[in-house]
């Protein structure tokens, strides 16, 4: 599977931004597809996730309420609504697929990753 994600971009705080996350090679039937981000000088860590077999969604506490991860299976991508963004948010932000339905949180548990967009949050 290979993995392209876009949309990121300048936004002040407050503001939204969508970023997408497409598949090519494969569809992501029976793939739990994630978003990971990555802030300067910090661990990557978990954002949100959605399982495509059984559309189960997972969100990490500091962005829970304001993204919103969703698919759309015609045209093999996930989405990422970013809401309310905060100067905290800005980070690289990475799409990651894993077999199977579990969305599991960590980054070891992703085999295919996505080259990443930077979004960066004026305040």
């Known amino acids: 599977v290979q993995l392209q994600a876009s949309g990121g971009g300048l936004v002040q705080a407050g503001g939204s931004l969508r970023l997408s996350c497409a598949a090519s090679?494969?569809?992501?039937?029976?793939?739990?597809v994630g978003w990971f981000r990555q802030a300067p000088g910090k661990e990557r860590e978990f954002a949100a996730g959605?399982?495509?077999?059984?559309?189960?969604?997972r969100y990490a506490d500091s962005v829970k309420g304001r993204f919103t991860i969703s698919r759309d299976n015609a045209k093999n991508t996930v989405y990422l609504q970013m809401n309310s963004l905060k100067p905290e948010d800005t980070a690289v932000y990475y799409c990651?697929?894993?077999?199977?339905?579990?969305?599991?949180?960590?980054?070891?548990?992703?085999?295919?990753w996505g080259q990443g967009t930077q979004v960066t949050v004026s305040s």
């Open positions: 990651a697929a894993k077999y199977g339905d579990y969305l599991s949180s960590s980054t070891r548990s992703y085999n295919y």
């Open positions: 090679g494969r569809t992501f039937s029976n793939y739990a």
């Open positions: 959605i399982s495509w077999s059984i559309d189960s969604t």
